[in-house]
């Protein structure tokens, strides 16, 4: 396992077009967080599943935002029509339950043009 | 929104020189966390504290907390130009198991010039 992985790594889209952004964890975590990065600033929560269970949803997640993380195991983060301001770089992240400590993918930026 | 706040934003020093940033936090948290973020890339964890923990070192990293300040360091020894990037503190909270997520704070940008 080489860690979290995240598809694609970069994307641009015309405003009001829909993007779907997947993340594969590491296999043995059974949580999975999505977070949301702008230019200078840190990463914001948007959600976090446990095993198939999404256990919360930041107020950030518009109803345009979805996830899902069937079976457990990757996960896919849509944006439905997408507006300039979704521009940013999308993290995925795993980690055992329990507060311990995270592992980043690479992220997915997204364009919104 | 975002429970931690980096000092400096932003930090020059020589090679060589310590690296000092501090974070404040706003609540009551399990613990604290250090993440290493390069330009344009994923964090890459450094070091966990505990929120009975007061110090702790790893390698050339050395983190504190004051749980009575609500407030945590971390310490870059010898630094090197390979340690330019942003260092984010997190906290994580748990509230009786139902929150259980890292809240970030603003970072610092770390330059190390050679």
């Known amino acids: 396992d080489t860690g979290v992985s995240q598809n694609p790594r970069h994307k641009i889209t015309k405003r009001g077009q829909n993007v779907t952004f997947r993340c594969d964890p590491i296999?043995?975590?059974?949580?999975l967080y999505w977070y949301r990065q702008t230019l200078g600033q840190g990463p914001e929560f948007l959600t976090y599943f446990q095993n198939e269970a999404q256990l919360e949803k930041s107020r950030l997640l518009s109803d345009r935002f979805s996830a899902e993380r069937p079976k457990g195991s990757f996960s896919t983060l849509e944006i439905q029509r997408t507006e300039q301001g979704d521009s940013a770089m999308y993290l995925c992240a795993s980690s055992f339950a329990g507060g311990d400590g995270y592992t980043f993918g690479s992220g997915t930026r997204l364009t919104v043009v | 929104s975002q429970q931690g706040e980096e000092d400096p934003q932003a930090l020059s020093i020589q090679e060589g020189e310590n690296a000092t940033m501090n974070c404040s936090y706003k609540t009551s948290i399990n613990n604290l966390q250090w993440y290493r973020q390069n330009s344009g890339r994923g964090l890459v964890h450094l070091i966990l504290?505990?929120?009975?923990?007061r110090e702790k070192h790893s390698g050339r990293l050395r983190v504190t907390l004051d749980t009575s300040k609500k407030s945590s360091s971390l310490l870059i020894t010898a630094s090197r130009a390979a340690d330019t990037a942003s260092y984010f503190c997190?906290?994580?909270?748990?509230?009786?198991?139902?929150?259980?997520?890292?809240?970030f704070g603003t970072g610092t940008l770390l330059a190390v010039q050679p």
């Open positions: 504290i505990r929120s009975n923990e």
């Open positions: 997190a906290v994580f909270m748990n509230y009786g198991g139902a929150t259980n997520k890292l809240i």
């Open positions: 296999s043995e975590h059974n949580r």
